[in-house]
C-alpha cells in the first residue's frame, strides 16, 4: 500500500498509472533497448523528485505506477519522462531513428488514472504481468 508522507503542512498520498505507447505501435521495446529504458527512466524519476514504484512494459507500450508529491504536475511527470528517454534511447540506440518516420520515440498522447488504496494492489499486478500474457 502506498506509503502516507507528510510535507510541509500536508499530508498526503499520491499515484497515478500511467501508460504510453511508442510511435505507430511499433513493438521496439524488447532486449537491450527494454532494459535500458527502464533504467533510464528510474533515472529521471529519481532526477526529478518522484518514484516509480512498478513499472514493465510490452513491445508497444509502456506502464508506470508513479508515486509522487503535490508539487508534480501530470504534465511535467509526463514531459520529463518521455522527453528525456527518448532522446537517451536514440542516442544509444541510434539505429531506432530509422524505424520510426519522423525521429519520435513516442506516441505523443498518454493514459492516465488516480490510484487508490483499494485499487493500487490490482494495478500493481496488472503492470506486473505485462509480459506474462
Known sequence: MSEVKHGRGYVYAIQYHIVWCVKYRHKLLSGDVDNRLKEILQQIAT???????????????IHLL???????????I?????????????KEFPQLKKQLSGGHLWNPSYFVAT????TEEQIRLYIQNQKVR
Open 115 to 118: 490510484v487508490s488504496e483499494q
Open 47 to 61: 532526477d526529478n523528485d518522484f518514484t516509480l514504484a512498478e513499472i514493465e512494459s510490452d513491445v508497444d507500450h
Open 78 to 90: 509526463i514531459k520529463a519522462l518521455k522527453g528525456v528517454s527518448a532522446r537517451l534511447i536514440f
Open 66 to 76: 508513479v508515486d509522487c508529491t503535490p508539487q508534480h504536475s501530470i504534465p511535467s
